[in-house]
């Protein structure tokens, strides 16, 4: 591959490198500064940057106001646009969209079909995110991964915990090496933490906490400040409720008379 640095017509400005005309839409702001390349059948238009020693390349396009800087990486069919930044070691391929602020930054990857977008939106640390999931309006971070058809919104994912399946959090925090997963809804201002599971077509919300090495799944529901914790598993049908706390094995039949207050 032959790279050629650029030079601005307007202003004589010697910018960074890239492997034909096409690369850079010359009629636009767009600017590549530094040692950054743009090639393959890559382009960068708009008011868009690509600078330091980030590569830009497949078809990969970068518009807007976005911004795509340091070592980052962004291939294949991916879209950086509106005001959103790549930047660090990050790496984003595939099919992927980051839009409106969002940032990717770290050693963080994004893949896939994956979408990251919203105001104040972050992906950082070791996170991923991939195939088809959405993250919007979120942070992401440690060595979280969000997977599958998962959606994170107005939400926090942290340290080691994974969602994915077709699970949705939503304001809500879920951390430690917590998982979620199959159909299960995490909301409102709940939270997963410790080892704790959540999945089937389980729902936790309304403040309620999942934590330790706890169990939520099948049709169960735990809300209302309601929580969980050490070896409990709420399963069937289950539903805990009105700030009471559960221990052992919780079912629909038995809810009512373990579950208590603390």
Request: glycine fraction near 12%; charge should be negative.
């Amino acid at each position: 591959r032959i790279v050629t640095r650029v030079i601005h017509v307007r202003k004589g400005e010697l910018g960074g490198f890239i492997e034909k005309e096409e690369n850079l839409d010359y009629k636009s702001n767009a600017w590549i500064f530094d040692n950054a390349m743009v090639y393959d059948d890559a382009r960068v238009t708009g008011e868009a940057i690509v600078s330091k020693r980030a590569e830009v390349s497949g078809k990969a396009q970068v518009y807007g106001f976005a911004e795509v800087s340091d070592n980052a990486v962004v291939g294949e069919d991916a879209q950086v646009y509106d005001h959103s930044k790549v930047y660090g070691n990050a790496v984003v391929t595939g099919n992927v969209w980051v839009y409106d602020d969002a940032q990717v930054c770290g050693n963080a990857k994004v893949g896939g079909n994956a979408k990251v977008g919203g105001e104040d939106t972050r992906v950082y640390g070791n996170a991923v995110v991939t195939d088809n999931a959405l993250v919007f309006g979120s942070e992401v971070c440690g060595h979280a991964k969000i997977a599958g058809y998962a959606k994170v919104g107005e939400s926090k994912v942290c340290d080691d915990a994974q969602v994915y399946g077709n699970a949705i959090v939503d304001y809500s925090r879920v951390s430690g090496k917590a998982q979620v997963y199959g159909n299960a809804i995490v909301s409102s201002w709940a939270r997963v933490s410790g080892n704790a599971q959540v999945f089937g077509d389980a729902i936790v919300s309304e403040d309620a906490q999942v934590y330790d090495d706890a169990q939520v799944c099948g049709n169960a529901r735990v809300y209302g400040y309601a929580g969980a914790h050490d070896q409990t598993k709420v399963h069937g049908k289950a539903v805990i409720t009105d700030g009471k706390w559960t221990y052992g094995d919780i079912t629909e039949e038995n809810c009512v008379k373990k579950a208590k207050r603390p």
